[in-house]
């Protein structure tokens, strides 16, 4: 036989290759690898798509949005039978909440802040949280006019809505709703959205750390679900490094 030197450093008689979609961008691993330099990283995901890919798995919804929402922007991923696209980034994020609001109450975003918090625990008063709500609506003018073009874009008539911070319970009522030009209903992705959608029953040793570890389960359900190759899988010894990304 001819003997191959792969290109990954050990010699075989044959060399296979297995490639799969990290959604993962080249410069993004390299820092990830920088900062967690004498490391040994198991996994590097990308949330927005990551999560997509795994919601489009379990979800009734053959056409929807995905909208990763952290503290200055939000990641927007179509999903469209399984085929998944980075649509954009809108310059928005949960902080500006509380910026909007301080400004139209002569609050110090801080103080905004923390009186956010107590109408998210219910705190306040019903006609309090009416006035709240307005506000709030008026404040997410230009969140909803961007979901709303890649909704009429995409024709998705469903939308996630995934947030590093908590967000209030309007982004999920009929006010909220009704801002749009379309039939398009809004869903939460939590530890619930998870076990409705794959049967799976979830546990924690600790309490209070439930929100952020829900983008962890879906990445890690994105990596239980993964095709995989059975040739691979029955190969007992052989030897496998995994390049990522390419």
């Known amino acids: 036989g001819h003997r191959v030197v792969s290109p990954i450093g050990f010699t075989a008689r044959t060399f296979e290759s297995h490639f799969v979609q990290t959604y993962l961008r080249r410069d993004f691993a390299d820092l990830i690898k920088r900062s967690l330099a004498g490391q040994s990283p198991v996994g590097i995901v990308e949330l927005a798509p990551t999560v997509a ?6 979800t009734t919804h053959p056409r929807f949005l995905f909208c990763g929402v952290t503290p200055r922007t939000t990641a927007v991923v179509g999903v469209d039978e399984g085929h998944i696209e980075t649509l954009g980034t809108l310059s928005w994020g949960s902080s500006h909440l509380a910026e909007y609001f301080g400004e139209h ?17 219910g705190a306040c008063s019903r006609a309090l ?4 709500d307005a506000l709030f609506l008026d404040g997410l003018a230009f969140f909803i006019k961007g979901i709303n073009r890649y909704a009429e ?3 998705a008539r469903a939308v996630y809505l995934f947030a590093v911070e908590p967000l209030p319970p309007l982004f999920f009522g009929a006010q909220f709703r009704h801002r749009f030009s379309g039939q398009v209903s809004f869903h939460p992705v939590t530890d619930e959205t998870i076990r409705q959608s794959f049967g799976y029953e979830v546990r924690y040793r600790k309490s209070g750390a439930e929100d952020r570890l829900t983008a962890v389960l879906l990445a890690f359900l994105e990596h239980e679900l993964a095709p995989r190759d ?5 190969s007992a010894g052989r030897r496998v490094r995994w390049l990522s990304p390419l």
């Open 53 to 58: 890919k795994a919601l489009s798995r379990g």
């Open 105 to 121: 109450l002569a609050l110090r975003t801080e103080v905004a802040a923390e009186v956010i918090r107590a109408y998210l625990r």
């Open 129 to 132: 949280t009416r006035g709240f």
């Open 153 to 155: 874009q995409t024709a």
């Open 230 to 234: 059975e040739r691979i899988d029955r």
